[in-house]
């Protein structure tokens, strides 16, 4: 399991404790603070305490973005640490109150389906090396800082997405102040819609096994679903002719191109209206004068 010491990975810690031949722990140290190593030995002696075997694990942070960067080096060092370990799943303490937070940011960014979705219970690491599962989804926030407190124990500041957390701070307060607001019922329509969106998934499959073909300069699709599974499909045929998927404003700005009758691009492809279907081709390369 990934534990950075926060409230909520340090009550799943805890939870697994009555158990602890089945769990072992790790925290991952991103070296982004001073105070992240000696963070880490806290969850350590803890761990100890709880007969949980535990590892820190260091990593190192490339420049740019720095939350998707530190996602992606948590999240694969963690996958080696269990493939090393023999372990079967990693566990993450992402909360019921994570997914309503989620929802309500991903809806004031007009996100998609798959967007409001929100983490599922099980998943895969972004590599696709390790299993993903999420145990405490039907958890609260309060119920797991509980567990903290009754515990004795003092949570760390959970430093991983600090990039995020002013949008977050400020939903959670606004969520925290609508009484009227049911945060369970939040996170179960999160879940209602990763269901919503693996069905989605599930045609946009059957739809491109059936109508898109291979020809001389790439691929042709003939288009037969409405337009949330026409979108996975195109976003496919993107990725199979070797161009990273573009974001989903780009896709339905393709998408009503070709569906008005006009030509498009993305990235280095080139999608045209034919008789027999929408023609997806690499970009001709350019001349050099």
Do not use: C
Not at 153 to 177: G, T
């Amino acid at each position: 399991m990934a534990v950075s010491g926060g409230p909520d990975s340090l009550a799943m810690l805890l939870l697994a404790g009555s158990d602890p031949d089945r769990f072992e722990a790790a925290t991952v140290d991103h070296a982004l603070r001073p105070e992240s190593a000696s963070e880490a030995a806290a969850v350590a002696a803890i761990a100890a305490k709880f007969g949980v075997e535990h590892k820190a694990l260091g990593v190192t942070v490339p420049p740019g973005n720095l939350q998707a960067e530190a996602r992606f080096a948590r999240y694969a060092a963690l996958a080696a640490w269990a493939g090393e370990r023999g372990l079967t799943a990693i566990l993450t303490a992402h909360h019921a109150d994570d997914q309503a937070e989620t929802l309500v940011m991903r809806l004031n960014r007009a996100s998609g389906v798959s967007g409001l979705a929100g983490v599922r219970g099980r998943g895969r690491t972004p590599d696709g090396r390790a299993l993903l599962l999420r145990p405490l989804l039907h958890w609260r926030k309060t119920e797991l800082a509980a567990v903290v407190v009754g515990a004795g124990l003092i949570a760390a500041d959970d430093p991983s997405n600090r990039a995020e957390r002013f949008d977050r701070a400020r939903i959670r307060a606004a969520l925290a102040s609508a009484d009227w607001l049911d945060v369970p019922a939040l996170a179960a329509s999160a879940a209602h819609l990763a269901d919503a969106d693996a069905a989605l998934d599930w045609a946009a499959g059957r739809e491109f096994a059936e109508y898109v073909r291979t020809d001389a300069t790439g691929l042709t699709y003939r288009p037969r679903a409405p337009r949330a599974v026409a979108l996975r499909v195109i976003a496919r045929i993107v990725a199979e002719l070797g161009e990273d998927t573009p974001r989903g404003s780009a896709l339905a700005a393709l998408f009503d191109a070709l569906l008005a009758g006009r030509p498009a691009s993305v990235g280095g492809l080139v999608a045209r209206p034919l008789a027999e279907g929408w023609s997806f081709a690499r970009a001709p390369a350019r001349r050099r004068s």
